[in-house]
């Protein structure tokens, strides 16, 4: 009878085929993510330093979780074939995973945080979001830490089930109020007089919408499965592959930049105001001016980038 009432034990599917899968997935993902990376240093030669430094370091923290993650892949499948304990027990470089996935997100976060900032020209939102990243972190260095010192799984599951739930709620939270903040900015920052500007931000704020909520359904299914699925690693995908959507996600906000440039209907807003007959010169310099610098104003805060 105590046979039956015991808890499955988890298949090789719930356990290493999960971790497989989601080493697949985090490769195709960091080969994006290295491809934007390349756009981006091609196209955007002008941004400030900060900037392109930010990239870099996100860059090379993917590089480090790709090589930790198929590090410990050889490890549990050639290295510790036939072993299933160590899958259990997996080696250290998996515990590095979660290392570099936190330093990604908490700098992709922070970014994103400070775009409230120089939309908003107020810091409550953007202190607010590093006082949680704080937190969050330590959270994580905690976890990393203890996990050094006996990296079992079943520990996740009991000693540190609460830990690992707080630290998920965290950017949880943070999306969504980072999210909230700038579509609301963003909407008050439309301007009924210029249909090219209002096109811009609307598409900004489909941007914003649309990278949130890839990383926000992973936050929150890695945290749903974690609670639901005691048994298997089915979590553990989320994990894997978290620090990837983050960081693509702010690559696709710096390259999006490219669509604005070579928008059709700036160009033909362009030619329209250059060959548009109006009576009162004056005015219609006028008009154009106003037209290019509400346009390039539009363009600086709804991207969002330093000055």
Request: net charge positive.
């Amino acid at each position: 009878m105590a046979a039956i009432n015991s808890p499955p034990a988890p298949t090789l599917d719930g356990t290493l085929g999960i971790v497989q899968v989601g080493m697949v997935a985090a490769t195709w993902l960091f080969g994006i993510e290295s491809l934007q990376t390349f756009n981006y240093y091609k196209y955007f030669e002008k941004d400030g330093n900060y900037v392109r430094t930010l990239v870099a370091v996100v860059w090379f923290l993917e590089l480090g979780s790709f090589i930790a993650c198929w590090h410990a892949m050889y490890s549990m499948t050639i290295t510790f074939y036939g072993q299933p304990e160590h899958i259990a027990s997996p080696p250290l470089s998996l515990v590095f995973v979660v290392l570099f996935n936190v330093l990604i997100d908490v700098i992709v976060q922070s970014f994103f945080a400070y775009r409230v900032k120089v939309l908003s020209s107020r810091w409550h939102i953007p202190i607010l979001c590093c006082a949680v990243n704080a937190v969050r972190l330590a959270f994580n260095l905690e976890l990393f830490v203890r996990l050094l010192e006996r990296p079992v799984f079943a520990l996740l599951r009991t000693k540190f089930k609460w830990d690992i739930i707080v630290a998920s709620a965290f950017p949880l939270a943070l999306d969504i109020i980072i999210a909230g903040s700038l579509i609301h900015l963003l909407w008050h920052r439309r301007n009924t007089q210029f249909e090219q500007t209002n096109r811009i931000v609307d598409t900004i704020i489909m941007w914003t919408v649309e990278t949130t909520f890839v990383t926000t359904m992973s936050v929150a299914m890695q945290l749903i499965l974690f609670v639901a699925r005691p048994h298997d690693f089915s979590w553990l995908f989320f994990i894997i592959i978290q620090g990837k959507l983050f960081s693509n996600s702010m690559m696709a906000s710096l390259n999006g930049r490219t669509r604005l440039r070579n928008s059709s209907d700036l160009n033909r807003l362009a030619v329209d105001s250059t060959h548009h007959t109006v009576t009162n010169t004056a005015l219609a310099i006028r008009v154009q001016q106003t037209t290019a610098t509400t346009y390039e104003h539009a363009k600086r805060d709804t991207l969002l980038l330093p000055a």
